[in-house]
């Protein structure tokens, strides 16, 4: 199996790894922070291109560093201000629907079809149960609906259920 991480290639950016799929034949990329209710940049690009060519991707980072585990920071610095504000509005939506905002981040990222995995990362054994519960959560379907009613997400995100 050939493995490309997107910081091997110099940078965690989409391009990156877009470039690594013209110029070779991986077979999974790891990818951090690129696809998540925060960024959406992997959606319309790597994800299609790799979907065409039978490559998965690892997401890592699907909490942004924490914004959306309910920290400060994301990619590891403080969050801007409109980061936090759409934070905080998709944090209204999962207290409306009585959802986890962290079981949300998570299924968001397992339910595209070329994600293969998601790392959350854990300090503990006792995240690694955590996170694995969120993963098991049930979150009804008008959440991620009103999501893309309000434009959070666009319509053709896939969502957990479709």
Excluded at 89 to 107: E, F, N, P, S
Excluded at 117 to 135: D, F, T, Y
Excluded at 143 to 158: D, N, S, T, V
Aim: charged residues 20%; positive net charge.
């Amino acid at each position: 199996m050939r493995v490309i991480r997107a910081w091997g290639l110099g940078v965690n950016r989409v391009e990156a790894c877009q470039r690594a799929l013209e110029e070779s034949d991986p077979d999974v990329f790891l990818l951090a922070g690129r696809y998540s209710l925060l960024d959406l940049s992997a959606l319309d690009t790597l994800f299609p291109a790799c979907a065409a060519r039978g490559v998965k991707v690892v997401v890592g980072g699907p909490f942004n560093s924490g914004l959306l585990a309910g920290g400060s920071k994301f990619e590891y610095a403080d969050a801007s201000p409109q980061l936090v504000a759409a934070r905080d509005r998709i944090a209204a939506l999962c207290r409306q629907h009585g959802v986890d905002i962290k079981a949300a981040a998570l299924q968001f990222c397992a339910a595209h079809p070329v994600v293969a995995s998601v790392i959350p990362g854990a300090k503990n054994a006792e995240r690694v149960r955590q996170n694995a519960e969120l993963m098991r959560q049930p979150i009804p379907a008008s959440f991620w609906q009103e999501l893309k009613r309000q434009g959070i997400l666009p319509a053709h995100a896939p969502t957990p259920g479709k």
